[in-house]
């Protein structure tokens, strides 16, 4: 099943919802919004989630991403528009700032040695000192375990 504008209209206010309060709605604040019912909205959460255009959390309608931005505390902060966000991993807090169009401070817990790292992205450009980013998974293979990929 292809997703319906209401669909997308319902996305972008999940998106909308999770930049202004830096946490996605409930299918409650979602269905109030539109005027639907609470199972409906569980319905389209779980469409979005099937077709890649949101996250939940296994077997609940509990969004945990919507990338680049993540509802759970992660190694990667990305402050901007007066707020912390969470990103999932080191490409999606530069995916942040370039979703908003807007400038950024990001901090990054190194893995290894939990030392943090910190960049910015000011007029859209990269202000880092030499880093580099390793993905241990092609893209394609990153839905098979999205959270720990």
Not at 75 to 88: C, E, P, S, T
């Given at each position: ?72 505390k992660t190694d990667y902060r990305v402050y901007i528009r007066g707020h912390w ?43 880092a000192p030499p880093a580099y980013v390793h993905f241990p998974l092609p893209f394609a293979r990153w839905y098979d ?5």
């Amino acid at each position: 099943m292809t997703l319906s504008e209401q669909d997308w209209h319902i996305r972008l206010y999940i998106y909308q919802h999770f930049v202004e309060h830096t946490l996605p709605p409930t299918v409650v604040e979602t269905a109030e919004h539109f005027d639907i019912g609470a199972d409906e909205c569980r319905t389209v959460y779980q469409r979005l989630h099937d077709h890649h255009a949101l996250y939940l959390q296994p077997g609940t309608a509990t969004i945990r991403m919507a990338n680049p931005l993540s509802a759970v505390k992660t190694d990667y902060r990305v402050y901007i528009r007066g707020h912390w966000l969470y990103a999932n991993c080191a490409w999606d807090s530069l995916g942040i700032p370039a979703m908003l169009g807007d400038d950024a401070l990001i901090e990054a817990r190194l893995p290894l040695s939990s030392d943090i790292v910190r960049y910015e992205i000011v007029n859209r450009e990269l202000i880092a000192p030499p880093a580099y980013v390793h993905f241990p998974l092609p893209f394609a293979r990153w839905y098979d375990d999205l959270v720990d990929t």
